[in-house]
């Protein structure tokens, strides 16, 4: 089976229980599954790579390879909601409040391998690996098509959520190492 659609079926599966699922609940639920696929990431010197697994109904799933250096610009996620999860290595989060509609820093977190982040409609945040790699999980719902990206002077633009890697990566791989 091919991990896009593993996924889809655990995201059916709790659809059909009493309790809502949501991107965290996701998240969580993925973490070991997505390890068989580890070795299939890719990475870039000159940039953060996204990786598409699952855009289906009202969902995302990516995942995003970092390495030492690499850091989104600050953004939001244009009230969409998500779950962020790091897979290996660490990564610095650090949130935002925007009075008078500027970015000003009201949190800064390093984000441990096995660490869950909630991401509510309104967040504002920024993301740099700690370690010299890592690799992150992200989850919306629904899916992110766009995002506002800010700096010291307020929002800067809108500008489309793109993937770096194509679907055959990850999202069409069948959780079989490379070279088996």
Not at 8 to 26: C, F, G, H, N, Y
Not at 30 to 35: M, N, P, S, V
Not at 124 to 140: D, F, G, K, M, W
């Amino acid at each position: 089976m091919l991990f896009a659609e593993t996924v889809k079926e655990l995201i059916q599966d709790l659809s059909s229980k009493p309790e809502r699922p949501t991107p965290a609940l996701l998240c969580r639920r993925l973490g070991t599954e997505i390890e068989r696929h580890l070795d299939r990431v890719v990475y870039s010197n000159d940039r953060y790579m996204r990786h598409p697994i699952l855009l289906w109904d009202e969902w995302e799933v990516m995942l995003i390879a970092w390495k030492s250096g690499q850091i989104t610009p600050i953004h939001d996620h244009r009230g969409v909601m998500g779950g962020m999860s790091v897979l290996s290595g660490a990564l610095s989060e650090e949130r935002f409040g925007t009075p008078q509609n500027k970015p000003e820093l009201f949190d800064s977190r390093n984000r441990v391998e096995g660490d869950l982040s909630d991401i509510g409609p309104t967040v504002l945040h920024r993301l740099a690996p700690t370690t010299s790699t890592a690799v992150s999980l992200h989850v919306y719902r629904p899916p992110l098509r766009t995002m506002g990206v800010w700096d010291a002077t307020g929002m800067l633009a809108i500008m489309p959520s793109a993937f770096d890697v194509g679907e055959e990566v990850l999202a069409h791989s069948s959780g079989v190492p490379v070279g088996s």
